[in-house]
């Protein structure tokens, strides 16, 4: 290396070489200089590059500021790299703006303003909404919004035919909603949530658009549950009462009963049947009850079966062990 020292500090330029390639003669360039830095008081200032030792090309091109990074060139792609310091929480967060000449191929931003300009612009720090953002990479294209360093408004992913693949959006009402889509652009998942982020709704379709499930949650705890066929008749549904009982129905196809039962829930999902209480009842697809059953924490105390005709044809008790009463 080639260092200018002021009292034992940094100043000015410093050359750092590869040592396994250095070859002898001072005018000799090829395959010797890897990085070119400039230092004002020990901290790195201005311009510095960084080279290929072996070919001698110009990799990047950084400048600095008192030892900050303010921006980083790539010789290869002209990528421009800003960064944007700021003092917060964690002191001294840094943002960064990435632009394919007008195009912007990245950001991040940081939740306080920035000494960038052009940054505090694009993360809605003078303006709220930001300006808008548009980035495509892979033939997809996204566009949004931030304010104040937090994404915000309506933001929009589009495949490359055109076709939505992603949007979000805030309602008047505060409601906050973000959607997807297939590459077709019908609507495959939608979630919905309140302004106090308590309530909370997920809907899932089949590729024809028609709802698959629908969950809605409170405090993030999902409360009720309801799945469909591809028919549009309801498959499944349950709902949990404040005490966590869950009362929950399955369905044929044709949209009669096929089971009906509650359980105490010892989980958060509502398809994972827990230990059942109360009567359940079975049906045959006529819509008549097929089987009745009496549980007592998780046996069956009491069974009943009925042919189609409503005839009982069977009647048993039984102990907790599973063993009948009248045997």
Same mark, same amino acid.
């Given at each position: 290396?080639?260092?200018?020292?002021?009292?034992?500090? +940094?100043?000015?330029?410093? &050359?750092?070489?590869?040592?396994?390639?250095?070859?002898?003669?001072?005018?000799?360039?090829?395959?010797?200089?890897?990085?070119?830095?400039?230092?004002?008081?020990?901290?790195?200032?201005?311009?510095?590059?960084?080279? /290929?030792?072996?070919?001698?090309?110009? &990799?990047?091109?950084?400048?600095?500021?008192?030892? +900050?990074?303010?921006?980083?060139?790539?010789?290869?792609?002209?990528?421009?790299?800003?960064?944007?310091?700021?003092?917060?929480?964690?002191?001294?967060?840094?943002?960064?703006?990435?632009?394919?000449? /007008?195009?912007?191929?990245?950001?991040?931003?940081?939740?306080?303003?920035?000494?960038?300009?052009?940054?505090?612009?694009?993360?809605?720090?003078?303006?709220?909404?930001?300006?808008?953002?548009?980035?495509?990479?892979?033939?997809?294209?996204?566009?949004?919004?931030?304010?104040?360093? +937090?994404?915000?408004?309506?933001?929009?992913?589009?495949?490359?035919?055109?076709?939505?693949?992603?949007?979000?959006?805030?309602?008047?009402?505060?409601?906050?909603?973000?959607?997807?889509?297939?590459?077709?652009?019908?609507?495959?998942?939608?979630?919905?949530?309140?302004?106090?982020?308590?309530?909370?709704?997920?809907?899932?379709?089949?590729?024809?658009?028609?709802?698959?499930?629908?969950? &809605?949650?409170?405090?993030?705890?999902?409360?009720?549950?309801?799945?469909?066929?591809?028919?549009?008749?309801?498959?499944?549904?349950?709902?949990?009462?404040?005490?966590? &009982?869950?009362?929950?129905?399955?369905?044929? /196809?044709?949209?009669?009963?096929?089971?009906?039962?509650?359980?105490?829930?010892?989980?958060?999902?509502?398809?994972?049947?827990?230990?059942?209480?109360?009567?359940?009842?079975?049906?045959?697809?006529?819509?008549?009850?097929?089987?009745?059953?009496?549980?007592?924490?998780?046996?069956?105390?009491?069974?009943?079966?009925?042919?189609?005709?409503?005839?009982?044809?069977?009647?048993?008790?039984?102990?907790?062990?599973?063993?009948?009463?009248?045997?």
């Amino acid at each position: 290396s080639e260092t200018n020292l002021v009292n034992g500090i +940094k100043h000015g330029k410093t &050359i750092l070489y590869d040592a396994f390639l250095r070859t002898v003669g001072p005018d000799d360039k090829t395959g010797k200089i890897y990085r070119i830095e400039n230092y004002n008081n020990g901290k790195l200032h201005d311009e510095v590059k960084t080279f /290929d030792s072996k070919t001698g090309n110009l &990799i990047t091109t950084q400048e600095y500021q008192n030892g +900050k990074e303010t921006s980083s060139t790539n010789a290869t792609t002209n990528h421009i790299t800003l960064y944007g310091y700021s003092s917060g929480p964690k002191n001294f967060q840094k943002s960064i703006l990435v632009k394919d000449g /007008d195009d912007i191929t990245s950001l991040r931003c940081m939740e306080a303003p920035t000494d960038n300009e052009e940054i505090n612009r694009y993360c809605g720090f003078i303006d709220t909404p930001g300006a808008m953002i548009k980035i495509t990479n892979s033939g997809m294209s996204s566009q949004f919004h931030y304010c104040k360093g +937090k994404l915000c408004g309506k933001s929009l992913l589009t495949y490359a035919n055109g076709n939505k693949a992603s949007e979000s959006f805030t309602t008047k009402e505060g409601k906050k909603v973000s959607r997807r889509y297939n590459v077709q652009g019908v609507l495959t998942y939608e979630h919905s949530r309140s302004k106090d982020t308590k309530d909370e709704q997920i809907v899932e379709y089949f590729d024809s658009g028609l709802p698959k499930e629908v969950s &809605i949650l409170h405090n993030h705890k999902p409360i009720e549950i309801t799945t469909y066929y591809q028919n549009r008749h309801i498959r499944y549904h349950a709902k949990t009462s404040e005490k966590e &009982i869950v009362h929950a129905t399955t369905y044929f /196809d044709n949209g009669l009963k096929k089971e009906d039962y509650q359980f105490k829930r010892y989980s958060s999902s509502l398809t994972s049947r827990g230990r059942l209480i109360n009567t359940s009842y079975e049906y045959y697809e006529s819509g008549k009850i097929h089987r009745e059953n009496t549980w007592k924490d998780g046996y069956i105390e009491h069974t009943r079966e009925f042919d189609n005709n409503g005839n009982l044809t069977k009647d048993e008790r039984y102990y907790s062990d599973g063993s009948r009463m009248n045997q």
